[in-house]
């Protein structure tokens, strides 16, 4: 912000996550001045609503505020062949896959997801967890041969391991992250043909309002499991527009008129 100001160059700040729930800001003065760097922008552009909000009702900017949600590239994302891609990824052929790609952390609640795949691993033989992603160091995957880890898969590979699901799961936390962020991984799973279970939290507690039936309490394993069995028995694939990086791109561009004709 100072630099544009000597510039005289218009600025537009980009937020695509709540960065006042990001760790640097427990150095003392760094969200005040991150809030008067917001006042001084020209424009914001914000992940979610939800963000949008916050930001709104924190900082005082008086600049144009746009949401740019998460979206898919063109062509990489679409429904395929569920036998196929298991071929591809080694995985069993039979059973009823849950998974998730992403993040496998503590700090999005992935325990959750754990312990409702060990009750459900109880009740059912056929159900299979299949994980890719960054996993915390010293995290535990939970002990059953039904558990399959791929580790981290190249961009190419994620359409594949999304379309190998019978439900993508997509944790968090009611935390001052979750609560602004909008997962990458749902409009891929979406595009994908998958049914996609959210924890009810931010923007996808928004995006699903009315359909309650992808959701479950954030943290609450027995309403996860009680909507992953209702997947299970009954798949709900969600009929949603995909934005993609193109559509969002041109959005951006049009942004940035608004604000340098200010």
Known sequence: AHIAKRLGATLVID??????????TRIPGMTSAFRRALRCADGITCVSHPLA???RETS???????VIENAVPEGVFYPMDRTNCRRELGLPQDGIF???AGAISKSRSIETLFRAFEILSRERSDVHLVLAGACDKGLRLPKNSRVHYLGMLPMSKVPVFLSSLNVSVICNRETAFGKYCFPQKFYEGVACGVPVVAAAT???LELLKDKPGNLFEPENVDHLVATLSRQIANPITLTL????WSILGKRLEDFFQVCIKK
């Open 15 to 24: 937020l695509y996550d709540n960065f006042e729930s990001f760790a640097v």
């Open 53 to 55: 909000q916050y930001v």
């Open 60 to 66: 005082s900017s008086k600049a144009p505020i746009e």
């Open 98 to 100: 849950i998974g998730m």
């Open 202 to 204: 931010g923007s996808m």
């Open 241 to 244: 527009e995909v934005p993609t």
